[in-house]
């Protein structure tokens, strides 16, 4: 199978099950399910993101752990990091915040997050991708092509319609007369939960979401 679909078809699959441990996390801490995720399918881009990263520059570490679980911890922390400070900027909001959490940096990521990413990539090279590898090669690869042609158009879409809705956000913030993050932050999540139906899944997917500090001229 050509090697784009091979890595197109690892990108929704480890989005989908990234999205599948977000959610399993949420209900054993708030005993419900969350749909997590900004986008409205059961999928988790950054997880994708970051499992094709380690697969790209670390496959080559797959006989020595140490180096792999360190360099893992390196790039997804990175891309954490990142993801976090683009969204904040593009949107005005931040939307995950781990500055109750010791050892946390600017609040983007943390010591447990790190931690978890090298053993992620430690799984995920050894262990989990030569198995998804091995179920991909044995299915028709007109079928593969076909299917991951479809879901990645519906990606695609549902990434076009979802940052749409996510404006939702950055819109509401301006209209806060207020200049303390907390309490605009609070506002904010009491206008999207009293929006429609996707609106409000943001809302409950980022518990922690605050928007940045800013002067309103009354």
């Known amino acids: 199978m050509h090697r784009t679909f091979i890595m197109l078809s690892l990108f ?129 690869p007109i079928l593969i092509k076909v299917v991951i042609s479809i879901l990645f158009v519906i990606f695609l879409i549902d990434l076009f319609v979802s940052t749409k809705i996510i404006y939702h956000v950055k819109g509401v913030g301006t209209t806060v007369l207020k200049d303390q993050t907390e309490e605009i932050s609070a506002k904010v999540r009491e206008v999207l939960l009293s929006k429609g139906i996707f609106v409000r899944r943001i809302a409950n997917a980022f518990p922690d979401l605050k928007v940045k500090d800013r002067k309103i001229k009354k």
């Open 12 to 140: 929704l699959i480890y989005s989908f099950l990234g999205w599948v441990i977000e959610s399993i996390y949420c209900f054993i801490v708030d005993k419900k399910f969350v749909d997590r995720g900004f986008l409205i399918g059961p999928v988790c881009p950054i997880y994708g993101c970051g499992c094709l990263l380690i697969l790209v520059f670390l496959n080559k570490y797959k006989e020595d752990p140490l180096t792999l679980f360190c360099m893992s911890m390196i790039i997804c922390s990175l891309l954490e990091y990142l993801t976090s400070y683009v969204m904040e900027k593009i949107f005005k909001t931040r939307w995950w915040d781990y500055s109750h959490k010791k050892f946390n940096l600017n609040g983007r990521v943390c010591l447990d997050n790190i931690v978890a990413f090298g053993v992620l990539g430690l799984l995920i090279v050894c262990f989990v991708n030569p198995f998804m590898v091995d179920i991909l090669n044995m299915i028709d």
